[in-house]
């Protein structure tokens, strides 16, 4: 920050930025200060003076209106308390014991405290950068502090008032204080203040713009940064770097390679065995080559999860959109996994012996792994815990199960469960996987039955059925977006 303000101060350049939990020296370096609490005003000024109008003119207003309110704000907070007694007595706030002892302590920088405003900026208007620690950091020891000695009261002004604030008005905005304390800043004599410097600014600052550039500055877009340039710097830093780490890398490729040389292991040149006993054989490594990609979709539900914070505060600073990085997401997860899914296709169609298209069989991978992704996305946007979203996840998964065709058949379900079978993107995987297979031969099964016939889904496409599964990712991303768009674009 000390960077950032050089730049104001070399340059003229303004600059508005949110800082979240600030130390004592970083917040002394901001001239003005914006505070916001449930959406509304509840300070405009001099960063210098919030803690004093906070603690001397807008707790004593929201002490009348509300003193239920500023009881429970003070319970288990002395400093408070002191501040309190100390304005009720007409000592102002921090003018006791504790804002003394603030004054020797700037004393001993060689400035007395009415020399350094918000930032550091010296009191006559100049806007250099400080040269020395802001005043409310003790340079040594006060005599005071000798072991043994009477201590004064701990005031809030004794501590970095940066911490005082976000204490203050984060207890405020838990126990629904919000309002009052934004209708206290409104009847506050400081606003008038402000405004009145505001409008003093504006006036001298002026100037008629081209009809071009109002249009511009009036957008009502939720960022400026072109979506291609946020996506690109995304991949370029974030992606890359996620390729070269093995902790990204080994549940998204290290899944796929192990089940795949399990899988041809075990049913090595199995499809090769035209009999009526190994039609089942097949149809099981065609049902397992469903469920992986779907199983595996756990290892995605932390990659959304853990960065809702981040993705939260990036939108609200207007970096990119929903859409942009939604799309980045996808492509972080996509392009290793398409390359990883293609090398465990090939394995496995190879290995075991499938028949039919190579392409298909891919496909259809790759198709129940991206629906996989997206209800991983979905469901970490959802969820309210890690916890919830990684048992919900497995359990939405066990349930599609047994409505994809091979635990029991289409035939045999249950009538009233019958359209939930529809809703199951392993069904249309499965059924994609059985027609790719059999569908040359449609040898005889059971009597005159083939086996298509026997599960029910004799005469489809292969590749209709991928389509289907793509119709699903196509609603999982709207419903992703959505709740993203919803739940987490709003600080």
């Known amino acids: 920050m000390a960077v950032v303000r050089r730049l104001a101060a070399d340059d003229g350049t303004t600059i508005i930025s949110t800082i979240h939990s600030p130390t004592a020296y970083a917040f002394s370096l901001f001239h003005d200060l914006l505070l916001l609490l449930g959406g509304r005003t509840v300070y405009y000024g001099r960063a210098s003076r919030a803690a004093e109008v906070a603690l001397g003119q807008l707790l004593p207003a929201v002490r009348a209106a509300r003193p239920d309110l500023v009881a429970a704000l003070t319970d288990g907070n002395p400093a408070l308390e002191t501040e309190l007694r100390s304005s009720a007595a007409g000592a102002g706030p921090g003018r006791g014991a504790g804002a003394g002892r603030q004054q020797q302590q700037q004393q001993q920088h060689g400035a007395p405290a009415a020399d350094i405003e918000a930032g550091g900026a010296p009191s006559d208007g100049s806007s250099g950068p400080p040269d020395r620690p802001p005043a409310h950091l003790p340079a040594a020891p006060s005599p005071d502090l000798v072991l043994g000695a009477p201590q004064p009261p701990v005031t809030m002004h004794s501590v970095n008032p940066a911490e005082m604030l976000l204490d203050l008005f984060t207890s405020a905005d838990r126990k629904g204080g919000a309002d009052a304390f934004a209708d206290a800043w409104a009847a506050c004599a400081e606003r008038a203040a402000g405004d009145a410097r505001v409008a003093r600014v504006e006036a001298a600052s002026r100037v ?189 998964v066990s349930v599609f199960l047994f409505f994809a065709g091979f635990l029991i058949r289409f035939e045999d379900i249950p009538r009233w469960w019958v359209w939930f079978s529809y809703c199951d993107p392993l069904r249309y995987a499965f059924t994609a996987n059985l027609v790719n297979h059999f569908g040359e031969r449609n040898p005889r099964f059971l009597g005159a039955q083939t086996v298509l016939g026997y599960f029910g889904v004799e005469g489809q496409s292969g590749w209709a059925n991928v389509g289907i599964i793509w119709l699903f990712s196509a609603g999982l991303t709207g419903v992703t977006w959505c709740v993203l768009h919803r739940n987490f674009v709003k600080r």
């Open 208 to 396: 008629d713009l081209p009809d071009s550039v109002v249009r511009e500055l009036a957008t009502r877009r939720e960022t400026v940064t072109p979506a291609w340039w946020a996506l690109l710097t995304m991949v370029r830093f974030r992606t890359r770097k996620n390729y070269a780490d093995a902790e990204f890398l080994g549940p998204r490729v290290g899944d796929k390679m192990i089940l795949s040389a399990v899988i041809v292991t075990l049913y090595l040149g199995v499809g090769r065995i035209w009999r009526t006993d190994n039609y089942i054989n097949m149809a099981a490594v065609l049902f397992m080559f469903v469920v992986m990609p779907a199983f595996s979709a756990a290892a995605y539900v932390p990659a959304l999860f853990l960065e809702r914070g981040l993705f939260q505060r990036e939108r609200a600073d207007g970096l990119y959109g929903v859409s942009t990085y939604l799309a980045y997401k996808m492509l972080d997860e996509l392009v290793i996994g398409a390359v990883g899914s293609f090398v465990a296709c090939a394995a496995v169609f190879y290995g075991v012996g499938i028949s039919g298209s190579l392409l298909l069989f891919w496909l259809t991978y790759f198709s129940i792994m991206t629906v996989g992704v997206l209800l991983a996305f979905c469901i970490a946007s959802l969820a309210p815990t890690m916890d919830v979203a990684n048992a919900a996840l497995p359990g939405l």
